[in-house]
């Protein structure tokens, strides 16, 4: 059995992805900004980010799996489903949920710089930076939270729990 416990409200997270936005309009006054979600788990943090934007966007999808239905990365990462478009000379930023061994970004963005992109920077809205493995700068971050495993607001545990509102911690249940 496991138990949820709130770590980010739904307003916490409101809030700071209002002043994420806000950020990332200051950076690309020019617009022209590629929106690159990473499936399944940026969707929700996507929808919210790219609506706070008053530049112009283009959004675009990838899926990138690489923990299966375990807590902890495989560290071999597989490309799920591609972008749809080219992203030469395009400005790019890579819309993630959660930074944790840097596995998965570091990878990404390998991948992408031999698509000759103009720039890539990434968002995210949460970073264990304790966990990490591989070097990931992450331009953007919504909130740094400490190494336990968490759901809600995107974040699955074996796919569920993703369309909880909230942050939430999920630790198993000892019995004392
Ligand atoms: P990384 O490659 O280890 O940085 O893992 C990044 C991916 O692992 C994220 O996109 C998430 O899908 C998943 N992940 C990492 N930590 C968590 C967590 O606490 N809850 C749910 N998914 C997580
Ligand atoms: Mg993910």
Redesign the pocket.
């Known amino acids: 059995m496991s138990s949820l416990r709130v770590l980010i409200s739904e307003q916490q997270i409101q809030a700071r992805v209002r002043e994420m936005g806000a950020e990332i309009d200051r950076d690309y006054p020019g617009g022209n900004l590629h929106l690159i979600c990473?499936l399944?788990?940026?969707c929700f943090f996507l929808s919210d980010l790219a609506r706070s934007l008053h530049i112009d966007a283009f959004v675009d999808f990838m899926g990138?799996s690489?923990?299966g239905k375990s807590?902890?990365?495989s560290g071999e990462?597989k490309v799920t489903k591609d972008l749809d478009f080219s992203v030469e000379g395009a400005d790019l930023l890579i819309v993630?949920?959660?930074?944790?061994?840097?596995?998965?970004?570091?990878?990404l963005i390998h991948l992408l710089e031999q698509r000759k992109p103009r720039s890539i920077s990434i968002a995210a809205l949460?970073d264990?930076p304790d966990?990490?493995?591989?070097p990931?700068a992450v331009s953007y971050v919504g909130f740094k939270?400490p190494d336990?495993?968490?759901?809600g607001y995107g974040?699955?545990?074996a796919e569920r729990y993703r369309n909880y509102p909230d942050i939430c911690l999920?630790s198993s249940d000892h019995p004392s």
Not at 148 to 151: K, Y
């Open positions: 990473i399944k788990g940026a990138i690489s923990y807590k902890t990365t990462v993630e949920d959660i930074v944790d061994s840097g596995v998965t970004l570091n990878y949460l264990k966990r990490r493995q591989r990931v939270i336990e495993f968490v759901v974040l699955d545990y999920m």
